[in-house]
């Protein structure tokens, strides 16, 4: 099993942590601090996956998803918080989304500074700042400031602690990386099936 894990390519481990954090960051729910705890753990074990790129790599996807949903919040308005709402009515429900609402109204850019930090935030951040018109000027800058920090803070915390914790977290951080790969293919599988048309009634069609 070590020898696997030590085989396994650190720029996969980058791609994936990124990719997922990218996806969640625009407003589908996925386990993007799932992944990144347990990235930075299996780092914390092998050598080969360097922290620094971790942390940059999860940055770039966490600040460039909620770019996104920040664009596609503001072109899709409320309709799109619906429609999500009922894609993912437990994760993305009325309740997750006002209290997303309150938080930017409250604390503005400090929510999107700081929001990633709390799991509703770190998802919802983006699309929602887009729907109630946060300048953009705003945005952007509490956003990749935002991202740096939550990566950095949590990549650098996750990486000591594994390293004096000992090699036993390796299990758990390869689970919790297998875990959260089998989460997001399932939950674009769910966005992919939704999306077909429903098949024609057999009766009807007679």
Do not use: K
């Not at 396994?8 to 705890?37: D, H, K, N, R």
């Not at 770039?60 to 009515?89: Q, W």
């Not at 650098?156 to 919790?176: C, I, K, M, N, Q």
């Amino acid at each position: 099993m070590q020898e696997w894990l030590a085989s396994v390519p650190a720029i996969a481990v980058y791609l994936l942590v990124g990719t997922i954090l990218l996806v969640e960051s625009i407003g589908i729910p996925l386990p993007g601090g799932v992944i990144l705890v347990s990235a930075a753990l299996l780092a914390s074990q092998y050598g080969e996956i360097d922290p620094w790129l971790l942390a940059a790599g999860a940055a770039v996807g966490a600040a460039s998803g909620a770019f996104c949903g920040f664009a596609l919040g503001r072109r899709g308005g409320r309709p799109l918080l619906e429609r999500l709402g009922r894609r993912f009515p437990r994760r993305f429900g009325p309740a997750q989304v006002a209290a997303a609402e309150r938080s930017l109204r409250t604390w503005g850019v400090w929510a999107v500074l700081f929001g990633r930090f709390v799991a509703v935030l770190r998802i919802f951040t983006g699309p929602v700042a887009g729907v109630l018109r946060m300048p953009y000027w705003q945005f952007a800058p509490a956003n990749a400031c935002g991202a740096v920090l939550w990566a950095g803070v949590t990549t650098g915390v996750v990486y000591h602690l594994g390293l004096a914790a000992g090699s036993w977290l390796t299990r758990f951080s390869l689970a919790g990386l297998a875990l959260g790969a089998l989460l997001a293919c399932c939950a674009v599988w769910s966005v992919r099936r939704r999306r077909r048309p429903p098949a024609p009634d057999a009766a009807s069609a007679d």
